[in-house]
């Protein structure tokens, strides 16, 4: 007899707090996979697998040569970022555990097939079509509504999503979009030309709904307002909570059916949608897993429940109950973008130096880096947390933003290179 262990895959990508969160949901030891895990191992974890959470056949190899090793399987598994979806599917399926469904996994992962089948389920979307090579999207464009957006298929954190102004735009953004997928093939064994157009929605807002999904019923944990760069680009630059459309019963009606229309029965789903001036409701995608961008941290400072271990709980259990919580005041996140060049030094504020607001800073570069043009989430050099417990909300927030800016100008020494 085996003993069991609960598996997080993907606490490398900022989510250390699932270990904490998932040790309160069960009583299973709780392992983490690291490529060459056992040097230098993170303690927090109880066991720690050696092995790539991110690639399916080598993340399902290292759990069953840890099982010849240790005598150990996993109980549950539990994906907490985009690219350990799919591996963690590979390994519920070989130890017959809790997980989304194939449906789920199909319609999810995917951006075209996301649209159609949310199109067909009832949601509105922007208009979309799919697409391989340049001449392809030459014939489609002749009919299609301009301003546009192409982006990959199978992408995240706005890379590759190129905004086209008219048709005679259309050459470069394909370009870009080579350019940005030309190593999807060898990285992470998906398609390297699978792209899709879409009208471009002019947003009033942009927000996402973390919804709870269970065996036995969903619900909205949060509406989170968004603030992007401006265009040519969309990098999300700050998230806050609770958002002014927290009390939109179409949007979270939207976020439920969204949820159902894609089978989504386990975890946290981040589902994201777009607002125009005329109030029309866009769903933009949805994504089965826990929100990135600290949202998580956010969430719990203001509502003091931990959206991480619901997550958990979601797969280990058919039923969760949700703590009663009230959300007060404004949580924050404004993500740092220095001036390009190269960083010659970070200077960090102590803790004391800090606006008594901000309550955690997280940096993702260091000393000698370069800073490079802000294209997709990969160019930001980390991002700061605020809380203010007495914040009226009158409008999208804006002070956590500049506050953000003053922080990266003072951090971040940069000479011109
Ligand atoms: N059809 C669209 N109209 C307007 N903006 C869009 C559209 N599609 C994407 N965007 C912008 O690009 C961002 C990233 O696109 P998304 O489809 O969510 O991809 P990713 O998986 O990279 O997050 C969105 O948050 C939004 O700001
Ligand atoms: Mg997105």
């Known amino acids: 007899m085996y003993s069991k262990y609960c598996l997080l895959l993907g606490t490398e990508k900022n989510r250390f707090r699932a270990l904490v969160a998932t040790a309160r949901a069960t009583n299973m030891k709780i392992a983490i996979m690291a490529p060459s895990g056992y040097v230098n191992g993170n303690r927090y974890a109880d066991l720690v697998i050696d092995g790539n959470p991110e690639n399916i056949e080598q993340a399902l190899a290292a759990v069953q040569t840890f099982a010849e090793r240790e005598g150990m399987q996993p109980g549950a598994v539990v994906p907490l970022t985009e690219m350990t979806i799919a591996p963690g599917a590979r390994i519920a399926q070989y130890y017959n555990l809790n997980y989304l469904s194939e449906k789920a996994l199909t319609l999810t992962r995917n951006k075209f097939e996301m649209r159609k089948a949310a199109h067909a389920g009832g949601l509105n979307v922007p208009k979309f079509a799919r697409f391989n090579h340049l001449e392809q999207l030459a014939t489609l464009a002749e009919d299609f509504p301009f301003p546009a957006v192409v982006k990959p298929t199978n992408a995240g954190g706005s890379e590759g999503v ?16 080579r350019r940005v997928t030309e190593n999807y093939g060898s990285e992470f064994g998906m398609a390297d030309n699978d792209y899709q157009i879409e009208q471009f929605v002019d947003a009033r807002i942009e927000l996402s709904v973390e919804v709870l999904n ?40 939207a976020a439920l059916k969204a949820c159902e229309v894609l089978d989504v029965e386990h975890g946290i789903a981040h589902v994201e949608f777009m607002i125009d001036h005329s109030g029309k409701i866009y769903l933009l995608e949805l994504n089965a897993r826990t929100p990135g961008g600290g949202i998580p941290e956010i969430f719990e400072k203001i509502a003091g429940v931990n959206m991480l ?3 958990s709980r979601s797969y280990l259990y058919d039923e969760v109950k949700v703590p009663a919580y009230h959300m007060s005041g404004l949580a924050a996140i404004g993500f740092m973008k220095a001036k390009q060049g190269t960083i010659e030094r970070i200077k960090l504020p102590a803790q004391h130096e800090l606006p ?12 000698g880096a370069r800073v490079n043009p802000l294209y997709s989430n990969a160019e930001l050099e980390g991002y700061v947390e605020f809380f203010w417990p007495d914040y009226e909300l009158n409008g999208k927030p804006k002070e956590y933003l500049m ?3 003053q922080l990266t100008e003072q951090i971040f020494e940069v000479v011109e290179s």
């Open 403 to 405: 506050l953000t800016q």
């Open 214 to 253: 269970t065996k036995t019923g969903r619900r909205v944990l949060a509406v989170t307002d968004k603030e992007l760069t401006p265009l040519p680009h969309f990098v999300e630059i700050g998230h806050s909570l609770p958002s002014i459309e927290s009390d939109n019963e179409a949007l979270k009606q």
């Open 162 to 177: 190129t905004y086209v102004a008219s048709k005679d735009d259309l050459a470069s953004a394909f370009a870009n979009l």
């Open 356 to 367: 008594k607001e901000a309550f955690g800073l997280q940096l993702w570069t260091s000393e």
């Open 309 to 311: 271990e619901l997550h």
